[in-house]
């Protein structure tokens, strides 16, 4: 029996963290091209973005000046070049 429980909450983990990647796909989608808050759709927003270094990724910080949604996206800027 317990190892039932054990086995679902296997198998919920990668469930609910892919759920919450593609969520987060989502919103810095429409972050970048709406350039507006994906929870309340205000325009006051304030983005942070930063390259990391050879790595190809690039980390954005969100914040919502309106409904003080925040969240940082580290997405994939498809560049993994050390410009050499
Ligand atoms: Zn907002």
Sequence with gaps: MEMAIIL???LLIPVFYVYTLSKNTEDVEYIKDEKKCPKC??????IFSTRN??????TID???????????FTI?????????
Excluded at 53 to 58: F, I, L, P, R, V
Aim: aromatic share 6%; hydrophobic share 25%; net charge negative.
């Design 76 to 84: 994939n800027s498809g560049n993994a070049s050390c410009g050499i």
């Design 41 to 46: 759709n205000s325009e006051d927003i304030t």
């Design 53 to 58: 270094g050879c790595s190809g990724t690039e």
């Design 8 to 10: 679902i909450i296997i």
């Design 62 to 72: 969100f914040k919502c000046n309106e409904c003080e949604y925040k969240n940082v």
